[in-house]
């Protein structure tokens, strides 16, 4: 099992950024995936969840701003973020976990990709 995550950057508070995950290894389709994310100092919290048939799940502190997707017959899952703010500054990851329903918690997922950097200035 592979999860590649990349996309991040160094973007200015407003601006939009996507991040992507490409993942191997699995039958994606059957899997939730998630984005996480970990600034220095913090615990790791997630920002989003898709089912594998779509649904999708964000904690307040995103809702209306990031937007997850998945294209299944691309083994990718995507993280549209807009009107980012310096608080959103993190190692972004996203996890694969196998089942049909969400997740949220980290202990949840069994399979990680290796991060990427989302710094946002003010």
């Known amino acids: 099992v592979q999860l590649q995550a990349f996309g991040g950057g160094l973007v200015q508070a407003g601006d939009s950024l996507r991040l992507s995950c490409t993942a191997s290894?699995?039958?994606?389709?059957?899997?939730?995936m998630g984005w996480f994310r970990q600034a220095p100092g913090k615990e790791r919290e997630i920002v989003a969840s898709?089912?594998?048939?779509?649904?999708?799940y964000y904690p307040n502190s995103v809702m209306g701003r990031f937007t997850i997707s998945r294209n299944n017959a691309r083994n990718t899952v995507y993280l549209q973020m807009n009107s980012l703010k310096p608080e959103d500054a993190a190692v972004y990851y996203c996890?694969?976990?196998?089942?049909?329903?969400?997740?949220?918690?980290?202990?949840?997922?069994?399979?990680w990709g290796q991060g990427t950097q989302v710094t946002v200035s003010s």
């Open positions: 290894g699995f039958t994606f389709s059957r899997y939730a």
């Open positions: 996890a694969a976990r196998y089942g049909a329903t969400h997740y949220t918690k980290r202990s949840d997922y069994e399979h």
């Open positions: 898709i089912t594998g048939s779509g649904s999708t």
